[in-house]
């Protein structure tokens, strides 16, 4: 029998997240209607905490996760704890340095001081780019886990898996501290390439090799198209082929391509503010990833989007030619980038989501493209949370929320 996602008999899951971030976490835990209180945030970045306390009226704790010791975390009583660290050492176009990168440090030393901790969370949730399932990291993970009696699930998955027409592969790592236990238990120990057990079909097969690219096609054709992403959607925001986008001033592009952010007078609300400046497009055209608005599919956007044009994010043709692509002229698509607020609905934000007003158009990219899609997130927390048997919840509750203070 399963048990709701409420926590100690009507009391809400004690919660840390770590690396917070914008709150990517927080707003996924919501979303996954999971009975949890984020007892602490952490994260070093002062602008993203700036936009995490504006949404959520909480300023995360502002330091180094790796300063942090057993003692300091066993006051948070917290039963769960959410981490999703930087992902630099692991993604393809980075060194590759893994464990040995500076920036893992924190997450392996977080890992090391479980053992150490009176109450050791009972639950743990790990999002990182793929290309982690490979490193050292996750094998230190994984021994250290085990070694604290955890058992845990693996998956890589995209939003396009969840009907956004939006690719952003990534790797999570759910783990449960016995005697908890997995809704699918038989997926135990492995590394999962399909929602399927999200959903309790447990007879489905879930690895890398079961998804023929025919099943990516199917997706795909069951995805939203991207306008109904867009804020600006309406006939009088796209933008004319004729008058809009050949009057763009040319902008001024550095080495790289980045245009300078001009801020138009109306502020980040501004259609005038995105387009992509002609310049750009000659030099830059052959590299771009260019969507429709009826298209099923864009590319990941990262925290380079803006700044450089290869490989950090799809941008929108907002006159859609005869022909698609490369082969009609670029000029005549009138290019713009996704605005930050279309780039937070593809990552499945609230509408409520805000960035404050000094928060910079370049800031607002850069913290989007490390946040993560609320439309895979919350469907695995609400796998982690919800136990197998009454028994072992019960079990498991009772020692673990014994009463704790601050
Ligand atoms: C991949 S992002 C996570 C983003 C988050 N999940 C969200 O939804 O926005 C990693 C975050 O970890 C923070 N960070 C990196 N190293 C840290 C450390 N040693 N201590 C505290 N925060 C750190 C960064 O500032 C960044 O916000």
Known sequence: MEKDLSGNEGEPWRVLEFYSGIGGMRYSLKKAGVNAEVVE?????????????????HRPYQGNIQSLTAAELDKYGAQAWLLS????????QGLQKQSGDARAFSFLKILELIPDTTKPPVMLFVENVVGFEASDTRTKMVQ????????????ILSPLQFGVPYSRPRYFCLAKRKPLSF???HFNGQLLWSPSPLFGHDNISVTKDDQPEENWDKLLRSCDPVERFLEFNNPSDRVNAETGCLLTKPVAVDDFGAPEEIIEEDGYDSIGNYLVPLNLIERWGSAMDIVYPDSKRCCCFTKSYYRYVKGTGSLLATVQPKNKGKASSLKEQCLRYFTPREVANLHSFPG?????????????????????SIAVVAPLLQYLFTQASRFASIKVLHSANAHFSL
Request: glycine share 4%.
């Open 352 to 372: 409520d989501f805000q960035f404050p007003q000094h928060i910079s158009l370049r800031q607002r990219y850069a913290l989007l493209g490390n946040s993560l």
């Open 41 to 57: 945030a952490f994260d070093i970045n002062d602008k993203a905490n700036d936009v995490y306390q504006h949404n959520f009226g």
């Open 144 to 155: 250290v886990l085990a070694k604290s009696d955890y058992i845990t699930q693996e998956f």
């Open 183 to 185: 809704r699918c238990e």
């Open 85 to 92: 660290p930087p992902c630099q050492p692991y993604t393809r």
